[in-house]
């Protein structure tokens, strides 16, 4: 799986399949993207200028492409992530079942740089700060 991006500032990011060039889905981050998404330990991070973090989960959003049929569409409001076809929504993920899927982290500033991993820390650098966040760490 791969992420597509359709050009500087534009919100729309698409992940694709590497081999074939399927469309699995279609993301909207609702805000200019600055930086190159980030693919790594099983995830895809999107970070946007209006400081917000997405995570997807690549294993469960390539399972949803693959049950639902290529092209999907994904809509992320509070606690509820919907995916579409067309106009049509095929499947809504409420609850806490959406963290599974998809995560948002929301930082105080702008992200204009791709976030990096390095030793099982991930960096992201927003316009006012450097954070180094770790799994597990307090």
Known sequence: MTTYETGSGAHARYSIDANDGRLYWKYDTLAEVWCPTLVAD?????????????????????????????????????????????????????????GTYFQEVKFHAEIHCSPIVAQGVLYVTTMRHLYAIKAGAR
Do not use: C, W
């Not at 390539?62 to 509070?78: H, I, M, S, T, Y």
């Open 42 to 98: 099983k995830k895809v991070y999107l970070g946007n200028q209006q400081g917000v973090m997405s995570i997807f989960a690549t294993d469960r959003m390539k399972k949803l492409a693959d049950d639902f049929g290529p092209g999907l569409e994904v809509e992320v409001e509070q606690k509820k992530l919907s995916l579409k076809k067309g106009d049509r929504i095929v499947r809504d993920i409420v609850g806490d079942e959406v």
